[in-house]
Structures are given as structure tokens and as C-alpha cells.
């Protein structure tokens, strides 16, 4: 028995030893699913866009990550690799259905893949609808739908209401999902789409500075006009360079993944913007945006727009309309101002905010403070509001708005979203 002992005593103390050993690192055991941190993991690149299977047609039939940034998919959960207009590199399908395996694994076919080898030979193809609808006061434009051709369907992100005679856009809709803080934070510029609308306008002809010099000064009457109001300071400071800049309506951030961002670039989602606005309370108001999405883990509807054109004194000191293209004709108008309407359906609460895309005029009259602000009460709006130079910005109720920009979409509104 003595020596039965002494052989047990070393095995129980090795066992003891294994077991406290093995306490402290449970989490560094594998974990059933798979999970890709958007910002901190490599991403495939080019990025495909990620999908539901039987999703929504929508951006929610979208695999997004959380608010933390993580993509999490439960063992055998499925997700559909899609690259619209090219091939998955390493199937040489243009999209396939993928089962997580774990952690950044997954099977196609029989076949595992790493999460990063998913990548698109080139970048996703966005693609227009018309899907036959009218909008505006009179229905009097039309709806055109911007998003990605997968298969036999069309995935929706954003809704424009267009007036093809002018070729501005009246307004555009994309829903901003509650997770959005938890989006890509790397983000990829891309060429700009003129798709079926502008394809018979040289839009980046039209945008290029030395055209902007010419087209200003001949609707001013006087070449040095144009000169006189389009230069780049060359400053390191871009909010010091007057020019018209592609002025996103729905921007490149509101989405969680690169790969939904390309829609963005149709020229459809743009209009003529002075870049010390744009890169100024513009900006900083959408920044707002996300962060009162992300904060507040809430969804919204958001509706962005241009009204009336905005002026500048000609040689005979007569305040005159301009417009990005005058060669047949004035088109692509330079709006006055442009507005963006944040609702939260769930709560039926909304604000909108305006400002003025004009960095010449000093003190705006009412044909610019079109509605009355309240940007007191809007508790997270961080914005310059009275700043010349970054554009003169303000807020107003939607009720109040409506009044004079009726074509702005109807919406059932019964107070203001404050905090």
C-alpha cells in the first residue's frame, strides 16, 4: 500500500498542476463561429460586398459589422460573396455562398478559404433602377434607385429624386443603421460614375478648375470675374480653397463597408458645392450625424437636398444664377442652399439642417434663413454656424421647412429631435 501511495501522489500533483495551468487561458481556447474585426483584421481587398442570404433588398440584406466593428457569424452561418461586375478571385464566380468554419474560415464548396483570399478581382460594380416612380410636389421628377445588380437582384442603398431637365438632384434617401459606429474607418476614394443620366455630360470636364474659371466668367459677363472667385490659395488648409467641389449628398461615410461606399460616387448623389463649405460645417454636420447614430445605437432616415440657385454679382453688379455647365444651355445649377432632413421613425422626431453654399455673401437675407432656426434646442450639433467662410448653417423644424421646400419628401414628423 506504502508504494501505491507514493505512485499516486507525482500524478495528482501533475494534474493539479495542468489544471491551474490551463484556468487562466479558457479565452485563448477556439470559439465556435467566426468573427473579423473590420478595423483591426485584414480585410479582403478588393472588398466584395457581404450579403444575407433571403435578406431584404435592402441595406439591411447587408452584412455589416456591430458597433464595435466585429462581423460575427455563428458555426455554419451563411453569407453571400458577391462582386457585381467582376469575379471572386479565388472561386472565379461572380458571387458564391460561404459557410463560416471558424474564426476567419470559411468553406465554399467543399473548400476553405480564408476570410482574406474572398477578394474581388477588381472593386464591386454599383449599378442604377428606375423603378417608375414619381416624387416631388407635383410628382413632376422622377425616382431613381442607386445600389448594386446581384444576380437577378437589385440591392437599393440609396433613392434619388431627379429632374432630369436641369440634371440636379432634387433630393436623395439612404437609411443610416443604429451600428454605425462600428464602421470601416479606412476609406477609399473612387473614380466618380456618370452612369445613364450624365452620360452624355463631361462631368469631370465640367469640375476642373480651369473650367470653372471660364464658365463663372462668362455667366458674370467678364473673364476676370470667373478668376476672381475660383482659385485655390494653396494653403494647407483645403477650407481656404474657392472652388466648386463634387458635393456628396448621401457621403461616403454613412455606410458601414467600403465596398457599399462605390454607390456614392454617381454623379446623381452630387451637386456643386464650394469646397469651404464642404470641407467645413458641411462636414462637420455629418459628422454629427453618425456620432448621434452611433451614441444613441438608433436608426435613421435621412433625406438630403439642394434649393434654388445661388448668385454672385455680374459686371453690372446684377445678381446672377450660376450653373456648372452652360455649353446648349444652363445646367447642373449651383444651389443656394443645401439641406439635409435627420428622422427617427421610431420616435416620429426629426430636425433638418441648412446651410448657405455661398462663402461670398456676408449677410445672408431671407431668401437664404428660409426658415426659423431653433439650433438652440439641437443639443448635439457641434457646427461654426455663424461662420462666413465655413457656410452659414442653421436648423429648423421640419413643419416650418416644408412650408418652402415643397418638394422635400412628407414625412409624419411630431416633434423635434433634440437629444
Not at 432630369?164 to 460614375?193: C, P
Request: hydrophobic share 35%; aromatic share 12%; proline share 5%.
Amino acid at each position: 500500500m506504502g508504494s501505491a501511495n507514493s505512485t499516486m501522489a507525482p500524478l495528482q500533483t501533475l494534474l493539479l498542476a495542468l489544471l491551474f495551468a490551463t484556468a487562466g487561458h479558457a479565452s485563448s481556447l477556439p470559439r465556435a463561429g467566426c468573427s473579423v474585426d473590420v478595423n483591426r483584421s485584414k480585410m479582403p481587398s478588393p472588398q466584395p460586398l457581404l450579403l444575407k442570404p433571403g435578406g431584404s433588398k435592402d441595406v439591411h440584406g447587408f452584412v455589416t459589422p456591430d458597433s464595435s466593428g466585429e462581423i460575427s457569424l455563428s458555426q455554419n452561418q451563411q453569407i453571400i460573396i458577391a462582386c457585381p461586375g467582376n469575379i471572386i478571385q479565388a472561386t472565379k464566380q461572380p458571387q458564391a455562398t460561404a459557410s463560416c468554419v471558424s474564426g476567419s474560415t470559411f468553406s465554399i464548396n467543399g473548400t476553405s478559404y480564408n476570410f482574406t483570399d474572398l477578394a474581388c478581382k477588381s472593386k464591386p460594380k454599383p449599378s442604377e433602377r428606375i423603378p417608375g416612380q414619381s416624387c416631388g410636389s407635383r410628382g413632376q421628377y422622377q425616382v431613381v434607385q442607386l445600389g448594386f445588380q446581384v444576380g437577378p437582384d437589385f440591392y437599393t442603398l440609396i433613392d434619388a429624386c431627379f429632374d432630369d431637365r436641369s440634371y440636379s438632384t432634387v433630393y436623395d434617401h439612404f437609411t443610416m443603421v443604429a451600428e454605425i459606429g462600428g464602421k470601416q474607418n479606412y476609406s477609399r476614394r473612387s473614380e466618380w460614375l456618370c452612369g445613364t443620366f450624365f452620360s452624355n455630360i463631361d462631368m469631370a470636364y465640367y469640375y476642373n478648375r480651369t473650367t470653372q474659371v471660364n464658365t463663372v466668367g462668362r455667366l458674370l459677363g467678364d473673364p476676370k470675374l470667373g478668376s476672381k472667385y475660383i482659385y485655390e490659395t494653396n494653403s494647407t488648409s483645403a477650407r481656404e480653397d474657392y472652388f466648386l467641389s463634387k458635393g456628396h449628398l448621401t457621403a461616403n461615410a454613412d455606410f458601414s463597408l467600403i465596398a457599399q461606399r462605390y454607390v456614392t460616387f454617381f454623379y446623381m448623389n452630387s451637386a456643386p458645392q464650394w469646397q469651404t463649405f464642404n470641407n467645413g460645417n458641411w462636414k462637420t454636420m455629418e459628422e454629427n450625424v453618425r456620432s448621434y447614430a452611433a451614441s444613441n445605437e438608433t436608426e435613421l432616415e435621412i433625406y438630403t437636398g439642394t434649393h434654388g440657385i445661388t448668385t454672385l454679382p455680374n459686371v453690372t453688379n446684377y445678381q446672377t444664377g450660376l450653373f456648372l455647365c452652360v455649353d446648349g444651355g444652363n445646367y447642373i445649377p449651383v444651389a443656394k442652399l443645401f439641406w439635409k432632413i435627420v428622422y427617427k421613425a421610431v420616435t416620429q422626431a426629426a430636425v433638418v439642417f441648412l446651410g448657405v453654399n455661398n462663402p461670398y455673401i456676408n449677410k445672408p437675407g431671407s431668401d437664404y434663413y428660409i426658415c426659423k432656426d431653433v439650433c438652440p434646442n439641437i443639443t448635439w450639433i457641434e457646427w461654426e454656424a455663424n461662420n462666413q467662410t465655413m457656410g452659414y448653417s442653421y436648423c429648423c423644424e421640419y413643419d416650418d421647412f416644408k412650408k418652402s421646400v415643397v418638394d422635400a419628401p412628407r414625412l409624419n414628423v411630431t416633434s423635434l429631435l433634440t437629444k
